[in-house]
């Protein structure tokens, strides 16, 4: 069966990452291939396509092949980043001080010389007596901390290549580089503006006042000695003065998902299974293992179905495979082994 370029051009029509080429090998070979740059647009990709192997791929190809275009798009990498939200502080404890009751001998009144024939005569005074000396204390004063909003990146900002329109032609394959741009997560953490110190406080001492009778005029003539009196007078004494003592509150944390992407965008040529060879039993194979290599196809119902494409793509891209539909690199991959296609492969280059 031969088929003129024009004609080829007109019957395959295909989406983006999905290009099969069929025709007999004499007239594949002896071809330059000009309606194949056409259609597929490969003079028109990117720096970011390997255009040099894509040309090795059609040098190769043998009769009875099919092959298709499709891209590597980056994989995704997710790693965990740990976020700082509340600092480290310190703390601290106080013990105040330890105080014992007891009492304090004050003498009342002095001890007196006076005389038989003229008594002596006394004033009375009042004298303010320490009862307890000046007491320091520690008063904590606590941290202050401040709410503030800081950006995360939890998704990269990356670039695709997708179907688009250009040239004015319809049937061509155009592709496009998108951007996407990066996601952002806002997150509240509180940043410690002062820490946590003490300060003094003096409490005063405390006094009691004593009343004296002191000699206003002394004795005349016989001595007489009167002895002084005395008072148990009650105080407090300070056993152990107030202290402090710090310790530390580690800092909070946040583990947050970031998701980065490996390697530029690529386009390939991998060799596909023809429509024919895509049996049944051949897509229900394509199924099992799917699922067992935890991708859901849908039912396991031997149709090519949209879910089972979909399911396919996502194992071709987290195994950073060409997105070209049903390849031989694909099966390959998953581990699926078949009479028909174990003959296609044989003929690869």
Not at 49 to 55: L, Y
Not at 135 to 160: C, D, I, L
Request: aromatic share 4%; proline share 8%.
């Amino acid at each position: 069966m031969t088929a003129t370029p024009a004609a080829l051009a007109e019957q395959h029509h295909f989406p983006l990452k999905r290009l099969i080429l069929r025709c007999a090998a004499k007239r594949l070979l002896r071809t330059p291939f000009p309606w194949l740059a056409f259609g597929m647009g490969i003079a028109s990709v990117s720096a970011s396509a390997d255009a040099s192997s894509i040309d090795e791929a059609l040098s190769q190809i043998q009769p009875g092949q099919c092959w298709a275009v499709g891209a590597i798009n980056p994989r995704p990498k997710i790693d965990t980043v740990e976020i700082q939200i509340k600092d480290q502080q310190a703390t601290i404890d106080v013990t105040p001080a330890e105080i014992a009751q007891g009492f304090k001998r004050v003498e009342t009144r002095e001890g007196t010389l006076t005389y038989r024939i003229e008594p002596p005569t006394y004033r009375t005074v009042e004298e303010r007596v320490m009862t307890r000396p000046p007491v320091e204390r520690f008063e904590v004063v606590p941290a202050v901390f401040e709410e503030q909003q800081r950006t995360v990146v939890v998704e990269e900002g990356r670039r695709s290549l997708e179907s688009c329109s250009a040239g004015g032609n319809s049937t061509s394959m155009s592709f496009c580089m998108q951007e996407h741009p990066a996601r952002e997560e806002r997150v509240s953490i509180q940043v410690m503006v002062q820490p946590e110190t003490t300060r003094v406080v003096v409490e005063p001492a405390e006094y009691t006042t004593v009343t004296r009778q002191v000699i206003d005029k002394p004795a005349r003539v016989i001595e007489v000695w009167n002895e002084a009196d005395e008072a148990m007078v009650p105080t407090e004494d300070i056993v152990s003065p107030a202290r402090t003592s710090q310790s530390i509150i580690p800092a909070q944390v946040r583990m947050l998902e970031r998701i980065d992407y490996q390697g530029p965008p690529q386009l390939q040529m991998r060799q596909a299974v023809c429509d024919p060879d895509i049996t049944p039993i051949l897509v229900e194979q394509i199924q099992t293992a799917l699922r067992q290599y935890g991708f859901n196809p849908g039912s396991v119902d031997g149709r090519m179905g949209p879910r089972t494409l979909e399911a396919l793509s996502a194992f071709q891209n987290h195994r950073g495979l060409v997105q070209a539909g049903l390849t031989l690199e694909s099966l390959k991959n998953l581990s699926i082994q078949n009479s028909s296609i174990q003959n296609l492969s044989t003929q690869a280059p």
